[in-house]
């Protein structure tokens, strides 16, 4: 089935570890999103891409890091994770900027 | 600040029921989307409007861009239906709602 597949689903993290966050999708999409959620403060958006090898600030983009080397992936980086970064992170893509988005199931991360 | 408030924030119903969940923004958009989020944590967009209505089964989408306000219907709520719903706008970027939380009761 098409659409935008995140692994892992659920991790633990210990303070200053590192990982990395797979985004695949296979719609051919352009742009592709990665958000973090946390209770009562809503989706925010971490880092974009707007293609193959480009990629943006978002809304809360301190602390991690994005690669976009092929086109169906993106990539979300943490180099030293805290606490502080502990959310459900989702990545979604679309077809034109801002619009028609496909979410992915969602990573549940703890930094303890 | 939040540029998109939604209300209520949590709802509770008898299963059959009408119900509307309300989207107020204030910032210039171009369009509206509304998406569905199950207890399991995936979200699906249900709809983006940018103007009037959307219908999609006993689901009903409303915009009025002058009082910068949307709403969500669903018509015979069924338990299937219990989910947060988030309402979210897209103007020079993407801003989201807190989400709404329902639950239909049998």
């Known amino acids: 089935n098409a659409g935008v597949t995140q692994t892992p689903k659920f991790r633990v993290l210990k303070t200053g570890q590192s990982m990395t966050l797979l985004c695949a999708q296979d719609?051919?999409?352009?742009?592709m999103y990665w958000y973090r959620q946390d209770p009562g403060m809503g989706l925010r958006l971490i880092h974009y891409s707007v293609g193959e090898g480009t990629t943006a600030k978002g809304e809360v983009p301190d602390g991690y890091n994005v690669s976009r080397l092929k086109k169906q992936n993106f990539l979300l980086g943490l180099e030293s994770a805290a606490p502080s970064q502990t959310s459900v992170y989702f990545c979604?893509?679309?077809?034109?900027?801002?619009?028609?988005?496909?979410f992915g199931s969602g990573t549940r991360l703890t930094v303890v | 600040k939040n540029e998109v408030e939604q209300s209520p924030q949590n709802l509770t119903a008898q299963e059959g029921e009408f119900i509307t969940i309300n989207c107020s923004y204030s910032?210039?958009?171009?369009?509206l989307h509304w998406l569905q989020q199950h207890p399991g944590g995936g979200i699906v967009s249900l709809f983006m409007?940018?103007?009037g209505k959307k219908k999609h089964g006993r689901l009903i989408a409303t915009i009025n861009i002058q009082e910068k306000h949307s709403s969500l219907h669903i018509t015979a709520s069924h338990p299937r239906d219990s989910a947060v719903y988030i309402c979210a706008v897209t103007g020079n970027q993407f801003y989201f709602g807190t989400g709404t939380s329902l639950t239909v009761i049998p």
């Open positions: 719609m051919n999409h352009e742009y």
């Open positions: 979604a893509s679309s077809g034109q900027l801002l619009y028609g988005y496909t």
């Open positions: 409007l940018s103007s």
């Open positions: 910032v210039g958009i171009s369009a």
